[in-house]
């Protein structure tokens, strides 16, 4: 039987049909300005496809897991964005292409008791803009789906959150002594997840022992292990940047071991290629970075080794100009990076932004029947939060021609300007600003780390 497609409603008589699936960083910063011009004035439909009702800034699940940031707080509703911004948001998840008809395949959306809310349905397109992000690449490490956790969604970041805390409670009030593995966390992979998580649990882990669980002693009973295969933390990162945070994190009692490879993850720790074995009531894999697995099998598109798509420099996918990517499920190349890069835009929320921008000028360009642009990526340098602590490095590139590192408060100051900029993309200046005061008053009158 063949599935109902989606098609515009012909009396608002609107020529071109946008659909965007995903919607994270670029995805969501995409659609509203779409809507927001071409929604608005009805020169085009847009349809955002995403699977979660809600959205949250990716590089800020490190601090919804370590209970330093409430969600609630930050999360954007899809329906109510889309209904503000003159999109339509439709929930579900890609699962099929038909290019020759130009028609996304999405699965039937079941809730959490299992009941069909919406059945199977196809949405048809003139430009389709795949934004899917990326996911966690366990390299067929033995363990891993079984036994470790990932932040790859607000859920895994919750349900991460909610583990410790229980640890924390469980060890408070058991009558018997601590086990090996007992209020242990192991991180895999010391790339920036990795880092930020290990920097804000060494904080929450000890804010939430303060409030009452007065028979764990934090310093003696909380250890936090980050690991990581390459000979430093960060590794992608300029080596003066590595070994600044490699320094912080020790001072704050963070085990780091480098040049460890993990073998397998256990039910209760991680064993190493060496054979060691780290007993750990928590692991958290961190470690790679891939695009989701089904774009290798959609209708014949050319994909990478971890699933990018392979796309020319207008974006556009290389076998379909239809066809566009922008963001961490893009395979995009980057004449002008240097030795190390891989020759590829890095999978950063930067990087996202600033083709969620280019695709806006794109799709303008291709409703007027223009010769299309070139993307270039411009690096702006990396940023990585190590909490509330007295540092937060930063390495610059492209805003001075050459490399500066910073530290501090203008690096604090800088990092969270980048989240800032992804608010006002979705929000405008006014609601971002009364947002920010009724953050700040209600933080204020609240714990600082949730206890719950």
């Known amino acids: 039987m063949k599935q109902p497609t989606y098609r515009p409603d012909a009396s608002l008589k609107v020529p071109h049909r946008i659909v965007i699936v995903g919607g994270g ?13 071409l929604g608005r004035r009805r020169q085009a439909e847009i349809t955002l496809i995403e699977k979660n009702r809600t959205h949250v800034w990716k590089p800020k699940l490190h601090e919804i897991a370590a209970g330093s940031m409430d969600m609630s707080a930050h999360e954007v509703g899809y329906l109510a964005q889309s209904h503000w911004h003159h999109f339509r948001y439709r929930v579900g998840e890609m699962v099929g292409l038909d290019r020759e008809r130009r028609e996304v395949l999405v699965a039937p959306y079941v809730d959490h008791e299992g009941q069909q809310i919406t059945p199977q349905r196809s949405f048809a397109y003139d430009t389709l ?10 390299f067929g490490t033995p363990g891993v789906y079984e036994h470790a956790m990932r932040l790859e969604c607000p859920a895994d970041a919750l349900r991460f959150h909610s583990r410790m805390v229980n640890a924390c409670i469980r060890a408070h009030a058991q009558a018997t002594p601590l086990l090996p593995q007992q209020l242990h966390v192991a991180i895999i992979g010391a790339g920036a997840t990795g880092v930020e998580l290990a920097a804000e649990l060494h904080r929450t882990t000890r804010e939430v022992v303060a409030f009452g669980l007065d028979r764990v002693d934090a310093d003696k009973d909380i250890r936090v292990t980050l690991i990581e295969a390459a000979p430093r933390v960060l590794p992608a990162l300029p080596e003066r940047l590595s070994k600044a945070t490699e320094d912080l994190l020790r001072k704050l009692g963070v085990d780091v071991l480098t040049d460890a490879k993990v073998a397998q993850v256990l039910p209760n720790g991680v064993r190493l290629g060496d054979g060691r074995a780290l007993p750990a009531e928590l692991v958290v894999w961190a470690a790679g970075v891939k695009a989701p697995d089904f774009l290798k099998e959609i209708a014949g598109l050319e994909t990478n080794r971890v699933n990018q798509l392979v796309v020319q420099p207008t974006l556009q996918t290389s076998r379909d100009p239809n066809i566009f990517a922008i963001g961490d499920c893009a395979a995009c190349s980057w004449p002008g990076a240097s030795q190390g890069k891989g020759g590829l835009v890095p999978p950063r929320a930067q990087a996202a932004h600033q083709q969620a921008s280019h695709m806006v000028k794109q799709i303008r ?10 993307y270039k990526y411009r690096d702006f340098g990396s940023l990585v939060s190590l909490g509330e602590f007295s540092t937060v490095g930063n390495m610059m590139g492209g805003l001075i021609g050459g490399s500066l590192m910073i530290e501090g408060m203008f690096a604090r100051l800088m990092y969270l300007s980048l989240y800032k900029m992804h608010e006002l993309a979705l929000h405008g200046f006014t ?17 600082h780390v949730k206890l719950h």
């Open 129 to 138: 803009v795949i934004a899917v992000g990326s996911q966690s690449n366990d």
């Open 431 to 447: 609601k971002v600003a009364l947002d920010t005061l009724a953050r700040s008053i209600v933080r204020r009158t609240e714990p």
């Open 25 to 37: 960083a670029g995805g969501l910063e995409l659609a509203t300005r779409l809507g927001d011009t």
């Open 365 to 374: 360009r291709r409703m007027a029947g223009k010769p299309l642009a070139a």
